[in-house]
């Protein structure tokens, strides 16, 4: 059975930094594109970050050059690097994998689905 769990969340201060972690169990991690995505109160969740199984990464246009996705294949754990958070980026974090080598930026084209992590920026 795929497991996905994340951590890292918290609460931080406008300009901080969080690293959210991502540890998977139940599959070959290394086959498994994987995707960051995250829900406001209020909105519909939305793509944030994904990293193919070869390593190619790709973000949303408002956390592109704050935000880092990595993957560490051995340890099958994912990363999201939050630097100069705003405000604007509270909310659920979860991880996702799908099978195969695409990437892809819609929720419901991944497969497995961890149970969030909160993140708060305050002003």
């Known amino acids: 059975q795929v ?28 086959s498994y594109t994987m ?5 406001a109160p209020g909105k519909e969740r939305e793509f944030v970050a994904t990293i193919s199984r070869s390593g190619g990464t790709y973000y949303a246009d408002s956390v592109k050059g704050r935000f880092t996705i990595s993957r560490d294949n051995a340890k099958n754990t994912g990363y999201l690097q939050m630097n100069s958070l705003k405000p604007e ?12 080598p ?21 002003s």
């Open 3 to 30: 497991q996905l769990v994340e951590s890292g969340g918290g609460l931080v201060q406008a300009g901080g930094s969080l690293r959210l972690s991502c540890a998977g169990s139940g599959r070959t991690f290394s």
């Open 35 to 39: 995707g960051w995505f995250r829900q």
């Open 89 to 100: 980026d509270t909310a659920v974090y979860y991880c996702a994998d799908r099978w195969g």
């Open 102 to 122: 695409a990437v892809a930026y819609e929720a419901g084209l991944y497969n497995y689905w961890g149970q969030g992590t909160q993140v708060t920026v305050s």
